[in-house]
């Protein structure tokens, strides 16, 4: 498996473990304010295959507690499960991050426990995920149907919606919270302009309107906060 990024070791993007992140080229989706844009497309050169990889890791036992794979979309990569199935049995956790398109992919890997965390982006409400997806032709029960296989698996898992003041409102959180019901965490993250933003002018909404979305979904998740901020 060609890989296309590692960032050899990170405090955040896999909750209370060390970790490193594998990050992986293409993407079915084109959201306008994506800060991996130069991921999407998949033309992106590879920077090491999965046997490098595992020379990595092998000098990083005992000092990461596991592998976070990111993309673009991961589960575009048929070869992914092999993979993750691998640095399992080297004694790694794995986190895997997705975008909620593949959910017979998703089924998959969550029957044979290869992920151990699973974080799923919400784009926004149904009646916006086109908009917010770049993708006029997305079916939103993908969406539903891999919402539901992360909440039943029993594996560690968070749902996070990346919040612009230009896509985002009241209403988009207000049928986010049902959406995800019983769900254990749910993140808002303040969008975050950089070089690489597919399209200017976006922006994050300020701290206290981002707290008052966070409040509309605290009846429905277990855990509900907000980055970024």
Request: net charge negative; proline share 5%.
């Amino acid at each position: 498996m060609k890989i296309n990024g590692l960032q050899k070791l990170t405090l955040l993007d896999y909750p209370e473990h060390t970790a490193c992140t594998v990050f992986l080229a293409g993407c079915d989706l084109r959201c306008p304010f994506c800060h991996n844009s130069e991921l999407i497309s998949g033309s992106v050169p590879a920077v090491m295959d999965e046997e490098e990889l595992f020379a990595f890791l092998s000098k990083r036992k005992g000092i990461l507690d596991g592998v976070a794979f990111t993309g673009g979309e991961p589960l575009l990569r048929p070869e992914l499960p092999g993979v993750m199935k691998r640095i399992k049995e080297e004694g790694f956790l794995v986190k895997l991050d997705t975008n909620g398109t593949h959910p017979d992919r998703l089924e998959g890997i969550l029957k044979e426990g290869l992920a151990d965390y699973v974080a799923m982006d919400i784009k926004n409400s149904p009646e916006r995920y086109a908009e917010t997806s770049g993708v006029e032709s997305l079916d939103t029960g993908l969406i539903s149907r891999s919402i539901s296989l992360i909440i039943s698996s029993g594996a560690a898992h968070e749902f996070r919606t990346t919040v612009t003041a230009q896509l985002h409102s009241e209403e988009s959180f207000g049928k986010i919270g049902p959406w995800i019901e019983g769900a254990d965490r749910y993140f808002l993250q303040a969008f975050a302009d950089r070089d690489t933003v597919v399209y200017a002018g976006f922006s994050a909404p300020d701290k206290e309107t981002l707290e008052a979305y966070a409040d509309i979904v605290r009846p429905y998740v277990n855990s509900v906060g907000v980055r970024g901020v």
